[in-house]
């Protein structure tokens, strides 16, 4: 899996940071109120839902990472 949520972290925050400003919408809301990876094909690595959320929550693996 290229994208990593850590429930453990994720709160989750209020403004849903991530379901919010991923631009390939890559995520939608659980149940929970949580973020569920919808379309890990979509996503382009741009890594803004990692640096964006509060938590730290959210880890993606990088097109350019070799060892990983
Ligand atoms: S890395 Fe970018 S494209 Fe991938 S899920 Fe996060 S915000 Fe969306
Ligand atoms: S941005 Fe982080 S804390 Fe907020 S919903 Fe997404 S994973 Fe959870």
């Known amino acids: 899996m290229e994208i990593m949520i850590d429930y453990e972290k994720c709160t989750p925050c209020p403004e849903l940071k991530c379901v ?6 890559v995520f939608q809301v659980g ?3 949580k973020p569920r990876v919808l379309d890990a094909a979509s996503c382009s690595r741009c890594g803004i ?3 964006l959320c509060p ?7 990088r097109k350019d990472f070799s060892s990983t």
């Open 55 to 61: 938590t730290k929550a959210i880890k993606v693996k």
């Open 31 to 33: 149940p929970d109120k």
């Open 49 to 51: 839902c990692e640096n």
């Open 20 to 25: 919010d400003t991923c631009p390939w919408g």
